[in-house]
């Protein structure tokens, strides 16, 4: 997609562009998740945590949002060190 001066990014980690949350709405996306598997969106390195209310809100101006599913997500991963690993789990 062209970029231009009124290019708004919904989800940021991905580089997925309103337009392009409203072209997969469009498309027949009902769904958090049927946005996410025709732009990507949300499956950046927050894990949707910024775009997802985002997503939701679109949705919702878009069709009835007593439709909206829940989407589902998995939590930002954490980096370990070996040594942390290698002690094994103390808690
Ligand atoms: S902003 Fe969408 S995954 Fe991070």
Redesign the pocket.
């Known amino acids: 997609m062209a970029e231009n001066r009124e290019t708004i990014y919904i989800?940021?980690?991905?580089e997925?562009t309103r337009e392009e949350i409203e072209q997969a709405i469009r498309d027949g996306a009902t769904t958090i998740a049927g946005v996410k598997k025709r732009t990507h969106?949300?499956?950046?390195?927050?894990?949707?945590?910024?775009?997802r209310k985002l997503i939701a809100n679109m949705l919702a101006c878009s069709r009835d949002p007593a439709n909206i599913l829940p989407s589902t997500f998995r939590p930002p991963v954490r980096t370990v060190r070996i040594d942390e690993i290698a002690q094994g789990d103390e808690e």
Do not use: K, S
């Open positions: 989800c940021r980690c991905e997925v969106a949300g499956m950046g390195l927050c894990q949707g945590r910024t775009c």
